[in-house]
């Protein structure tokens, strides 16, 4: 039986470890796909991932329009989020609507890599309307999956199941999916916004409950595509015995090592560094904040130079605001600032910066057509 060394603790049997990708399976696949540069993608119609698959407010002419500007600057691929309670509300209605939509990405030349679960901004998700965005709060309507009423109660894991299953079950043999994201930051306890708390225990323990079970799931389908999730905290990557539980988790089960970082170019590349003792492929699936140095013109040529995929935070500016920094939780902003936190283009398609476009297309060296704009 495989192994694997929890940092901390004595190498112990490890049976989710049987279905891993070998790391020459891993960097195969990677060659043959090549370089992956993308975004993280949300309709600007919505403000969370409820809003942007409910039946009532999917809107499939608008993602038609916005992934036709990712495609003109050479993108080719996206990451996006789903949610459980999507799958509890119409199953087969929401198989529908993702396959509607990688209809639509792969029309525009994008693979998709889904997010199943997400533990970052608001930790109690209600179906039906969403709220309005809040004035120049940067992720105001920000959903978790699950929510705190689930996490906290390890009993309810396994109605989770059925959710992981379907969607996965459903395209894990479809091309048009690149990458399977299982858990977005799942020990963020959003503690300048939300401040989780409450949970009797740590949320970093019951999340990677919540993470085995779902690597448990998704390999016994297995599905063409590999898995990854990401660690995302300021930490020492490059020693194993400085590892959280958590992150050593994810970093010894994953087919693809993904991390996230919105620091400089210095700080990023110092994490790619650390994170080639993996001999595995490395996507980079959050970067890009303005104000700290994290920038297209700095950031990318770098992540090409190591051919680290990268997915940069945010690509319309709409409802969910993220041109505003994250302080805007604690400090009002009456108007939009004048550096952008995140995002690339407006509603209307007009670029942020014109001159980041053209380096975002130089990087991606695709032909390029005219972007269509919004009447």
């Known amino acids: 039986m495989l192994t694997v060394k929890l940092s901390g603790s004595v190498t112990e049997p490890d049976p989710q470890l049987a279905g891993r990708w070998s790391a020459e399976r891993a960097n195969a696949w990677y060659e043959e796909h090549g370089w992956l540069a993308g975004c993280n993608y949300i309709p600007s119609s919505a403000i969370n991932q409820l809003e942007m698959w409910q039946p009532e407010t999917f809107d499939p002419v608008r993602i038609d329009m916005e992934l036709g500007w990712a495609e003109s600057l050479g993108f080719n691929t996206i990451r996006v989020f789903l949610h459980h309670l999507l799958w509890e509300q119409d199953p087969l209605g929401f198989l529908h609507r993702l396959d509607q939509f990688l209809?639509?990405?792969?029309?525009?030349?994008?693979?998709?890599?889904?997010?199943?679960?997400?533990?970052?901004?608001?930790?109690?998700?209600?179906?039906?309307?969403?709220?309005?965005?809040?004035?120049?709060?940067?992720?105001?309507?920000?959903?978790?999956?699950?929510?705190?009423?689930?996490?906290?109660?390890?009993?309810?894991?396994?109605?989770?199941?059925?959710?992981?299953?379907?969607?996965?079950?459903?395209?894990?043999?479809?091309?048009?999916?690149?990458?399977?994201?299982?858990?977005?930051?799942?020990?963020?306890?959003?503690?300048?916004?939300?401040?989780?708390?409450?949970y009797g225990v740590e949320k970093a323990e019951l999340s990677m409950h919540l993470l085995k079970k779902t690597i448990t799931w998704v390999r016994a389908l297995n599905p063409i595509q590999p898995l990854t999730a990401a660690p995302w905290k300021d930490d020492d990557w490059s020693d194993h015995g400085q590892l959280s539980p958590l992150d050593n988790y994810m970093f010894t089960h994953s087919d693809v090592i993904s991390f996230h970082c919105y620091e400089n170019k210095a700080g990023i590349e110092s994490r790619i560094r650390a994170l080639k003792q993996f001999n595995r492929p490395i996507f980079c699936t959050e970067y890009m904040a303005r104000p700290f140095g994290s920038t297209f013109e700095e950031v990318m040529p770098l992540l090409k130079e190591h051919n680290v995929g990268c997915y940069n935070w945010g690509f319309v500016a709409g409802k969910t605001q993220t041109h505003y920094p994250w302080d805007s939780w604690a400090n009002s902003y009456a108007t939009e600032p004048e550096l952008w936190f995140h995002d690339i283009f407006r509603e209307n398609g007009v670029a942020y910066d014109p001159k980041e476009v053209e380096v975002i297309r130089e990087l991606t060296r695709k032909e390029v057509r005219a972007y269509q704009k919004v009447a």
């Not at 179906?127 to 009423?149: A, E, I, R, T, Y």
């Open 103 to 198: 209809a639509i990405a792969h029309r525009r030349q994008l693979g998709t890599m889904f997010v199943l679960f997400d533990a970052v901004w608001d930790p109690y998700p209600l179906l039906g309307k969403q709220p309005d965005p809040k004035p120049g709060v940067h992720n105001s309507g920000w959903v978790q999956s699950p929510g705190f009423h689930i996490l906290k109660d390890t009993s309810k894991y396994d109605a989770l199941q059925g959710y992981v299953e379907g969607v996965v079950g459903r395209f894990g043999k479809d091309p048009r999916v690149v990458i399977w994201d299982l858990f977005n930051e799942p020990d963020n306890i959003n503690k300048t916004s939300y401040n989780d708390c409450g």
